[in-house]
C-alpha cells in the first residue's frame, strides 16, 4: 500500500488557520487522499477526500499539489473542538471493497 | 437517525476465554467494519462485511472473526484470547456507493487479564 508521512505533532493558535501537511510520493494514480480525524475518547471521524482537484466541505478544504505527491488539510478557522489526531490515508477502492489503513497521525493542540 | 453502537462499551475478560462483540451500524448502511486500536500498533484494519459476506480482511490471526446479519448488524469474536488483545475495538459502517464516508462507533474498550 502507499504510505503517507505526516508531523507528530502541530500546534496552533484558536481562530486561526490551520495547515496540516502529508506528504505521499508513492501514490498511484488511482489512490484518492482522505482525512479522518479523532477527537480523545472517540472513533474516527470522516472529514474530506479528494482526488485531483482542491476540495472544500462544511469542515475543512484540501489542497492537492499538481504532482499529486502531497496533500494539505486546512481548518480555516481553529477551534478548541479541533484538537485531535489527524490522519492522511491514501486507498483506492476500485475493488468494491474498502479498507483505511491508518498511519500515526498528527497530533493538532489548540491553545486558547 | 442514530448513530453507529456498540455494545458492550467495556469488557474484562482473562486470558484463554473468548469474547464477542456486536455493532449496530446506521440505518441503511450495509457495509460494516472492524477496526483494532491500540498505543502501540494504532489503528488496524481487522475485516469488512457486506451483505452477509466478508469482502475484505486485514492481517490478523485466525481467532479473529466476524459475521454479519441480514439486518446488517455485525459480531466480531476473539478465541482464545491473549494479553496482546486488550485494545478498543471500533466498527464503522457506510454506504455502498460512499464507502469513503465511514462512520465510526464509540468503541467497546476490552481488557484481558
Known amino acids: 500500500d502507499a504510505k503517507t508521512t505526516q508531523p507528530n505533532s502541530m500546534e496552533s493558535n484558536e481562530e486561526e488557520p490551520v495547515h496540516l501537511p502529508c506528504n505521499h510520493s508513492?501514490?498511484?494514480?488511482?489512490?484518492?487522499i482522505h482525512w479522518y480525524r479523532q477527537l480523545p475518547s472517540q472513533g474516527p471521524e470522516y472529514v474530506i477526500h479528494g482526488l485531483t482537484s482542491n476540495v472544500n466541505n462544511r469542515m475543512a478544504s484540501l489542497a492537492i499539489a499538481e504532482d499529486r505527491k502531497s496533500s494539505t488539510l486546512i481548518l480555516h478557522r481553529a477551534t478548541l473542538r479541533d484538537a485531535a489526531v489527524y490522519y492522511c490515508?491514501?486507498?483506492?477502492?476500485?475493488?468494491?471493497?474498502?479498507?483505511?489503513?491508518f498511519g500515526k497521525g498528527t497530533k493538532l493542540s489548540v491553545i486558547p | 437517525k442514530a448513530g453507529v453502537t456498540q455494545t458492550p462499551r467495556y469488557l474484562i475478560k482473562t486470558r484463554g476465554q473468548q469474547v464477542t462483540l456486536s455493532c449496530s451500524p446506521i440505518s441503511g448502511h450495509r457495509s460494516v467494519s472492524w477496526y483494532q486500536q491500540t498505543p502501540g500498533q494504532g489503528l488496524q484494519f481487522l475485516f469488512e462485511y457486506f451483505s452477509e459476506t466478508q469482502r475484505n480482511k486485514g492481517n490478523f490471526p485466525g481467532r479473529f472473526s466476524g459475521r454479519q446479519f441480514s439486518n446488517s448488524r455485525s459480531e466480531m469474536n476473539v478465541s482464545t484470547l491473549e494479553l496482546g488483545d486488550s485494545a478498543l475495538y471500533l466498527c464503522a459502517s457506510s454506504l455502498e456507493g460512499e464507502l469513503y464516508e465511514q462512520f465510526f462507533g464509540p468503541g467497546t474498550r476490552l481488557t484481558v487479564l
Open positions: 508513492t501514490i498511484s494514480g488511482t489512490d484518492y
Open positions: 490515508i491514501l486507498y483506492y477502492s476500485g475493488a468494491g471493497s474498502y479498507q483505511l489503513t
